[in-house]
């Protein structure tokens, strides 16, 4: 399976710190994308890193990727309140432009 | 900014039913998606669109299952007969030619008892 994992799980901390999510996944890719989802709500576009890329920045936001380890992390840098989400990687593979495979996602808990 | 919409927001059926879920894409867009997720769970890949055939679908795409492009805006999900392990948020999605993005709509949450 292609599905990327997501750890930790749950994170939980204070506003003002800064956050790290990795992601794996199993086969090469095309892309990873982030993704965040508030409680019940849709999905929100934060970053694509491509595969020849090791790492990019969007604000406080900066992803790194490697394809080595088919891994990549988000660092979200001085997080608050608002950044209390569930944080997903969505992989698609070279072969196939069609799909993404979504990790199971992290949900972050940034307390004011 | 251009964004996918998708109504209804949340649908509730009796199970057997038929239910329509309708997408409209960002309107330049020409790759279609839709994806579901059961609470809790990952967000799973139902079914690709393109050129208005299916271009790819999983095992879980089976023939209570279609999907439709009625007109130039509208993307359409239909669940022939409901079953109680349908319930998730459905999610549609669009991509550009030449981008590698795909843009998800707010979803609906589709519940069956």
């Known amino acids: 399976s292609q599905q990327g994992e997501e750890d930790p799980q749950a994170l939980s901390i204070q506003e003002g710190e800064n956050a790290t999510m990795n992601c794996s996944y199993k086969?090469?890719?095309?892309?990873l994308q982030w993704y965040r989802q508030n409680s019940g709500r849709g999905l929100v576009h934060l970053i694509l890193?491509?595969?020849?890329?090791r790492e990019k920045h969007s604000g406080r936001l900066r992803v790194t990727l490697d394809t080595s380890k088919k891994s990549s992390s988000l660092l979200i840098t001085a997080s608050r309140a608002a950044d209390t989400a569930s944080y997903f990687c969505?992989?698609?593979?070279?072969?196939?432009?069609?799909?993404?495979?979504f990790g199971s996602g992290t949900k972050l808990n940034v307390k004011p | 900014e251009p964004e996918v919409t998708q109504t209804p927001s949340h649908q509730v059926t009796q199970m057997g039913q038929e239910v329509i879920l309708r997408c409209v894409p960002i309107?330049?867009?020409?790759?279609f998606y839709w994806y579901r997720q059961i609470l809790g769970q990952k967000v799973e890949f139902l079914v690709s669109?393109?050129?208005?055939?299916?271009?790819?679908k999983s095992e879980i795409f089976d023939d209570q299952f279609s999907v439709e492009r009625p007109d130039g805006s509208n993307f359409t999900l239909k669940i022939r007969s409901t079953k109680l392990e349908d319930s998730a948020m459905y999610f549609c999605?669009?991509?550009?030619?030449?981008?590698?993005?795909?843009?998800f709509g707010p979803g609906t949450r589709l519940t069956v008892l």
């Open positions: 086969t090469s890719i095309n892309n």
């Open positions: 309107s330049n867009h020409l790759y």
């Open positions: 669109f393109y050129n208005n055939e299916i271009s790819e």
């Open positions: 969505a992989t698609d593979r070279r072969d196939n432009f069609n799909k993404f495979y």
């Open positions: 890193i491509r595969s020849n890329e």
């Open positions: 999605a669009s991509r550009g030619t030449g981008g590698d993005t795909q843009y």
